[in-house]
Each structure stands twice: as C-alpha cells, then as structure tokens.
C-alpha cells in the first residue's frame, strides 16, 4: 500500500510543452507539499496546501500552479516548460498538528529537451 | 531566517565504525529539527526528530541524534555503520506555516 504515489514517474518533453504531474496521498493527512530537487541534491520547497488551502507560496514561477481537489490529492500543472525546469519533484504530505514528519512519494524526473 | 547547515559533502567511514553527520542550525526561533534519507532514485525516509525534551534521539535502523544546544547542533550517529547506510542525508528544520527547510545534503559512503 504506496502512501503517497505520483504519476508519471519519469516525463520527457519538449521545452514550451504543458504537462501535468499527479500525487495522491492515503495516510490521511491535511497538509500535502511539491519539492523540486536539482542536479545537485539541493530540495527546495514549491508549495503547500493545508486542507485544499495554499499556505506556502515560494517564489516560483507562475508557469507553475498547483491544484489540491480534495486533502487527498496536490496536483502539479506546469506551462511553458523551460530548459531549467528539469529536476526530480517530489510529493510529501504530513499530518501538521504535533510537528510531524514528512512522507515523501518516489519522485517525477522530469526532463526537458 | 530559520535555517540548517551541513558542512560536509560527503562522509566516508569504515564498515562496523561510528559514523557522523553533521547539522548545526541557527539560532533564532524553536529548532523543531529533522533527519531524513534518500536511497538513490528514492524518495526522502524520516529517520528522526527533536522537537522537546531528550537531548538524545532515537531513531529507525539504529540512528540516533543528539540535540546541542550550546553549540546549536543536532548531529546524526550510529554506533556501527553498515554498506547499507550509504546514502544521502539530510537535515531539516520546521519553521512558521510548517515549512521545512533542508540542508544540502551530505553523501554518506560506508566503505566494506
């Protein structure tokens, strides 16, 4: 049973495409999260959406834009993809009263040629 | 800004001897602090976390972490490093809206 799962797990495409990337958690957690991680391992936080509300915003460009339909669910829609967008996102979700951790699904490599 | 430090890139160590990994974090606000691991082609795994109480942390697959408050640090151990350890680990801190910022990473490679 995948806690948190996303799809695809790996994207290529071209540079000025749309593509979309799906994540779905069934831990029953209220808060759910995108991290891109680059070549060099760094994660950054994306966004973070606490009961379908978006409370972490960082600074990304407006090609991209999540949607969460339920707390179940935080997709990932991203427009014009550029060169630089190519990284591995990852997927987490935690449960936010008590501090707890963070669960984090396998990752989408994405690849823009 | 809350943040966390990993000084070293990559750690080397010996099959069966202790292994460290670095963290210090800064100072400001309440350290709610974090280990993860990342196996490659994997998603991130919670290992442990300090956010009151015990200075020293227990953790999954034997690690373990001691909270330092005068020397703001919150290092990872194990007594005895396994080839299976090797990978790459992280240090975290929550902050304000729960956001987590990570540290750069450090490489541990267990050497047989």
Request: proline content about 5%; aromatic content about 12%.
């Amino acid at each position: 049973d995948t806690a948190v799962s996303q799809t695809p797990k790996y994207l290529v495409t071209q540079m000025g495409n749309d593509k979309s990337i799906k994540c779905e958690q069934n831990l029953g957690h209220d808060t759910m999260y995108w991290y891109k991680q680059d070549s060099k391992k760094f994660l950054k936080i994306m966004f973070s959406y606490n009961n379908k509300e978006l409370i972490i915003n960082e600074t990304v460009p407006n090609r991209f834009s999540p949607k969460s339909p339920d707390k179940a669910h935080l997709n990932l829609h991203i427009n014009s993809l550029e060169l630089g967008d190519s990284a591995v996102y990852f997927c987490a979700s935690s449960q936010v009263q008590g501090n707890n951790e963070q669960f984090f699904g396998p990752g989408t490599r994405l690849t823009v040629l | 800004a809350q943040s966390v430090a990993q000084p070293e890139d990559q750690v080397n160590v010996a099959e069966g001897n202790p292994l460290t990994v670095k963290c210090t974090y800064s100072v400001s606000g309440n350290p709610y602090l974090f280990w993860y691991v990342q196996y490659p082609n994997r998603g991130l795994q919670f290992l442990l976390k300090y956010i009151t109480g015990d200075n020293l942390v227990k953790g999954s697959y034997g690690f373990e972490a001691e909270f330092n408050k005068s020397q703001t640090s919150f290092h990872l151990k194990k007594p005895s490093a396994l080839v299976s350890d090797s990978a790459l680990y992280f240090c975290a801190r929550r902050g304000g809206y729960q956001k987590v910022t990570f540290g750069t990473g450090t490489k541990l490679q267990v050497i047989p």
